[in-house]
DNA sequence: GCCGTTGGCTAATGACATTAGCCTTTGCGT
DNA sequence: ACGCAAAGGCTAATGTCATTAGCCAACGGC
């Protein structure tokens, strides 16, 4: 019998792919094992188990959507910044249905990789604030605030918590310009 | 054998508090049926399936939510009316952990009292944008927005997603002022 | 080519959800 | 009181999924 050629690799890029499709809760390791053509406890040579994979795909997307964060504040400042990063959070979100709710879970502090993904995605929210003249402290509160504009927008959104039949990439766009009023006269920051 | 003398509504409030003891993912039918003391079985006959009961239980969770909110909301305007719905909120996640998340299940049309109670929810932010003169398609967005940025800091909160020391409660006071701030420069809105 | 490691497999176990079918309790109408 | 239908328990059986144990072939380095 002729080996499958998989690889831990493989296997994560894998589980996104279809946590994408069926969604994050119904990712399991069955439907997995099927989808690559081998046996459900194959898949066991190459995570410990259900939760470790869990955590790996995580893992990846926190770490895709920290590159596409930190890309799209690239060369920008401000309000500009602000709405690049904003736009590129909700893109990502929509694309990786499956994906975007594992980037939720806390990062695993043995998966130095994991920290560091989860460390620049913030790290581009920080960016933003420093633009607007937002440190320290304060950078802390604003950098909540923003991930919690963000998040629960995408995430209500995504849940399909939204009924009514307005356009919603219009309410997003309200919620961002309202972030930039909000930031602006943030305490601590400088108003434009 | 004695009768347990259960009815879907003890079954359904049973149900919530082992969510919010053992997490909203975690709330079984065995540990729900070996809690009450009865067969597993025997909850279907009192709700349908595991999905159901899923359902009634956010239909509950969503009805202690919104009472709370408009009790919060009553009597006040403005900023006023806005601060107390906003810790309302998130009080009622943080002593719910399990209920919480569980209001965030779409209501089920089938279901008028769910639908009821999403309704009345939302009502209680549309009471407020109301104060500050928010109306009409602006406050469709509006209301997304102030139910994003609560929804997100809350469940960020919850699923551990503020790493950093800094008080959370502090931050997320700064948020409700940043959301007073945004919503009087609101499109369509009256300034202070 | 030999041999250890690796990556597949099957089989067995255990949690949970679901359905079928049985049997007792309950309570209502007479 | 009584009879009886409905309601509310139960056990047993089935299916899905996660997990562990243990087998065996393929691969790769020497």
Do not use: C
């Not at 920290?66 to 602000?82: I, Q």
């Amino acid at each position: 019998m002729p080996r499958a050629g998989l690889n831990q690799q493989i296997v994560v890029r894998e589980a996104a792919r279809l946590a994408d499709e069926v969604g994050w809760p119904r990712l399991t390791l069955a439907a997995l094992a099927a989808r690559l053509g081998v046996a459900l406890p194959s898949l066991y040579k190459h995570v410990r188990n259900a939760d470790a994979l869990a955590q790996k795909v995580s893992a990846l997307a926190t770490a895709e959507l920290a590159a596409e964060l930190t890309t799209a504040a690239a060369g920008r400042a401000g309000t500009d910044a602000l709405r690049a990063v904003a736009a590129a959070y909700r893109s990502y979100a929509l694309r990786h249905p499956g994906r975007y709710p594992a980037t939720q879970q806390v990062p695993d502090p043995a998966d130095p990789e994991h920290v560091t993904a989860g460390e620049r995605a913030v790290g581009a929210i920080y960016a933003i604030l420093h633009g607007y003249g937002i440190t320290g402290d304060d950078a802390v509160d604003a950098a909540r605030g923003v991930r919690s504009a963000l998040h629960g927008f995408v995430s209500l959104e995504a849940a399909g918590g939204f009924g009514l039949p307005r356009d919603v990439g219009r309410s997003y766009d309200h919620l961002i310009e309202a972030l930039d009023v909000a930031l602006r006269s943030w305490p601590g920051g400088r108003p434009s």
